[in-house]
């Protein structure tokens, strides 16, 4: 069974970088997979930020990226907002029509 | 604008059925795929179907086949999700999203959910 890795937690500093991953129990995550990320603050919908590996969507700030980092997808966060506090999830598409969801990261701005 | 919204959550005992509906507005609703993802509390997003804008073809994550059915009415602009044999660990926000596989593979829209809650 395909597990998809995503750090449970994170913190950082307001104004500060940080880089959030997302990678296969099995395996390298490459553009094929076609990586996404969502931000999902509590009790919320998902928010589409990131697919197809590095395109934001449409009115997602430029501080928000993705990229293939080594073996993983990775989101990063430039210049942290304290509104950025949220959950991230990323999802990899396995083809036949299938999607797997990492285990989300909490990201804290503190 | 594109709109989602999710209706026919309720509590439901084990054993039971329920049939989950997305009625969507703002765009082409046969132009796209769309899909179901699902949230259990306090944990994380797991995608459990897909279906096709109008050929109908459909897929499944391996935990839901068998006991979940997707399906849509372009003439309604709905989608649909037949819940059955419903079980504890079923008790989630059952989200819609608006789904794209002609450029790339994600989910650009979604709607605001509707709470599913198996209980005896």
């Known amino acids: 069974q395909t597990v998809v890795t995503q750090e449970p937690s994170f913190s950082v500093s307001p104004g500060g970088t940080v880089t959030l991953t997302c990678g296969l129990s099995?395996?390298?995550?490459?553009?094929?997979?076609?990586p996404s990320w969502y931000q999902q603050t509590p009790g919320q919908a998902p928010r589409t930020l990131i697919t197809?590996?590095?395109t934001r969507s449409s009115g997602v700030p430029d501080r928000f990226s993705g990229s293939i980092l080594g073996n993983k997808a990775a989101l990063t966060i430039t210049g942290t907002q304290a509104d950025d506090e949220s959950d991230y999830y990323c999802a990899l598409y396995m083809g036949s029509g299938n999607w797997v969801f990492g285990g989300g990261t909490k990201l804290t701005v503190l | 604008e594109v709109q989602l919204l999710e209706s026919g959550g309720n509590f439901v005992q084990p054993g039971g059925s329920l049939r989950l509906s997305c009625t969507a507005s703002g765009f082409t609703f046969s132009n796209y795929a769309m899909s179901w993802v699902r949230q259990a509390p306090g944990e994380g997003l797991e995608w459990v179907s897909a279906i096709a804008g109008t050929s109908g073809n459909t897929y499944y994550a391996d935990s839901m086949k068998g006991r979940v059915t997707i399906s849509r009415d372009n003439s309604k602009n709905t989608l649909y999700l037949q819940l059955n044999t419903l079980r504890a660990d079923d008790t989630a926000m059952y989200y819609c999203?608006?789904?794209?596989?002609?450029?790339?593979?994600?989910?650009?829209?979604w709607g605001q959910g509707t709470l599913v809650t198996v209980s005896s």
């Open positions: 999203a608006r789904t794209r596989w002609t450029s790339g593979f994600y989910f650009d829209y």
């Open positions: 197809s590996t590095i």
């Open positions: 099995s395996g390298s995550v490459s553009t094929s997979y076609f």
